[in-house]
């Protein structure tokens, strides 16, 4: 079943970049170190910037190259498994597919839409 997104627009909201510099501590929380001048108690995006250790690259190679091993599904098993979650799903017509997909494409759409009139 497909999930209900509201179908409200976001508010266009014009943001402000500032950066500044800080710490993570063991807990994952992010303390600046000095506070931001001229700023009102709200809530905030952040984008965190931090050096990758050799360790960190390490990690994502090994995870890519652990993946490229792995055994592809070929497309008979896709099929075969794909109608089975689909028809679990309650999706057990091809009238019932075709709905879904333009569901999905309408849901899409309407993202962009909103994702497009929000940047405007």
Do not use: C
Not at 50 to 64: H, M
């Amino acid at each position: 079943m497909l999930s209900s997104h509201s179908s409200s627009v976001i508010p266009k909201t014009f943001m402000k970049a500032i950066q500044a510099t800080g710490k993570i501590n063991a807990q994952g929380q992010l303390s600046l170190d000095r506070p931001i001048e001229g700023t009102s108690s709200s809530s905030v995006r952040v984008i965190i910037l931090f050096a990758e250790t050799e360790a960190d690259t390490n990690e994502f190679w090994k995870s890519i190259s652990e993946y490229q091993q792995r055994t592809l599904m070929s497309a008979e098993q896709l099929e075969k498994g794909l109608k089975q979650v689909l028809a679990e799903a309650g999706y057990d017509s091809k009238e019932k597919i075709i709905d879904l997909v333009q569901d999905v494409k309408r849901e899409i759409a309407e993202e962009r839409q909103q994702k497009q009139d929000w940047i405007e």
